[in-house]
């Protein structure tokens, strides 16, 4: 089981990378026009599906790297690089490519469920969160590891679900600039996480780096 510090410090680079203030103003254009009975429902099966993408993640990690034929630190190079692109994309007060492209929303205004694409999959729940998820599932052994992870995961659902639920008047009260001041925040603090993954992944590939 890893120290309690790594634990927060995932909590609060998942929460930037699912961007939920990101997420809000696109959540809200998505659900115009629809009572909030709708909303909610919205609300909750894009949190589910991020629950359920997270968490296969974070269970099915191992395979992954297994069947692709790579190391962890490989991976967490490679995985630190998104995290870093998504960074930079919250630093600008944009929603990253990563996450979700402009083909992608203008074919979510004709699905019904939004909830799950786009909002669930692949803005929230995409290459940044998952590669998190294996990364954070990889550093540690024994089931108090795993269960810890698991509880981060699914607080920062909570979260999650309680941001999209309240996204009108927090849309109201902090406006589109309140939003991307939120949403700058957030990204210099994964830019933080990211790098730091990245310095992690290439001291183990190359262990004559650090003499």
Not at 88 to 115: R, Y
Not at 155 to 173: D, E, K, N, Q, T
Not at 176 to 190: D, E, K, P
């Amino acid at each position: 089981m890893e120290p309690w510090s790594e634990y927060s410090r995932f909590v609060i680079a998942l929460f930037a990378i699912l961007t939920p203030f990101a997420a809000i103003p696109i959540f809200l254009s998505l659900t115009e026009g629809r009572s909030e009975q709708e909303r909610a429902s919205t609300a909750s099966s894009a949190v589910l599906t991020v629950a359920a993408v997270m968490l296969t993640s974070a269970f099915l990690g191992d395979l992954i790297l297994k069947v692709l034929g790579t190391s962890l630190d490989s991976f967490r190079v490679g995985g630190g690089l998104v995290l870093l692109l998504i960074s930079l994309s919250m630093l600008n007060a944009k929603v990253s490519p990563v996450q979700h492209t402009a083909t992608e929303a203008n074919e979510a205004e004709q699905k019904a469920a939004v909830g799950v694409v786009p909002l669930g999959i692949p803005l929230m729940a995409g290459p940044g969160s998952i590669s998190a998820v294996i990364i954070q599932m990889q550093r540690g052994e024994g089931w108090e590891h795993a269960a810890m992870v698991v509880a981060c995961i699914l607080f920062v659902c909570m979260l999650l679900w309680i941001s999209l639920r309240m996204a009108v008047p927090i849309g109201h009260r902090l406006g589109q600039t309140g939003l991307n001041i939120m949403n700058r925040l957030f990204g210099l603090l994964l830019a933080a996480v990211a790098v730091e993954i990245i310095a992690t992944g290439l001291r183990a590939l190359f262990p004559g780096w650090q003499t």
